[in-house]
């Protein structure tokens, strides 16, 4: 069982970058499948990235080309690298970790999820 905990979200102009960590505690981290889902205000949770033990990657086509996931297992943390940032990509971004390990993009096939952080694109 691992806890996800987002961090790095704020507020910055359209065009702009930010690093999104997600640090999850638990000694089979490195085992996980994670993603990054977000939500933006009236709509519903959608798929951004997600990353498998073998750090394979799987991007929304809306990211594909400015966001970047990646991982580090010896710090138990995933990054969502966010540049060219547009001000539709305004949501609150969670965190959530698979110990199926594939790569998914359904939210409920994702077992843990964060309480989020919130990122603002002003345009």
């Known amino acids: 069982q691992v806890q996800p905990v987002e961090s790095g979200g704020g507020l910055v102009q359209a065009g702009g970058s930010l690093r999104l960590s997600c640090a999850a505690n638990?000694?089979?981290?490195?085992?996980?499948?994670m993603g990054w889902f977000r939500q933006a205000p009236g709509k519903e949770r959608e798929f951004v990235a997600a990353i498998n033990w073998g750090s394979n990657t799987y991007y929304a086509d809306s990211v594909k080309g400015r966001f970047t996931i990646s991982r580090d297992n010896a710090k138990n943390t995933v990054y969502l690298q966010m540049n060219s940032l547009k001000p539709e990509d305004t949501a609150v971004y969670y965190c959530?970790?698979?110990?199926?390990?594939?790569?998914?993009?359904?939210?409920?096939?994702?077992?843990?999820w964060g309480r989020g952080t919130r990122v603002t694109v002003s345009s």
């Open positions: 959530a970790a698979d110990p199926r390990g594939g790569l998914r993009r359904y939210s409920h096939e994702y077992d843990y």
């Open positions: 638990g000694r089979t981290f490195r085992s996980y499948a």
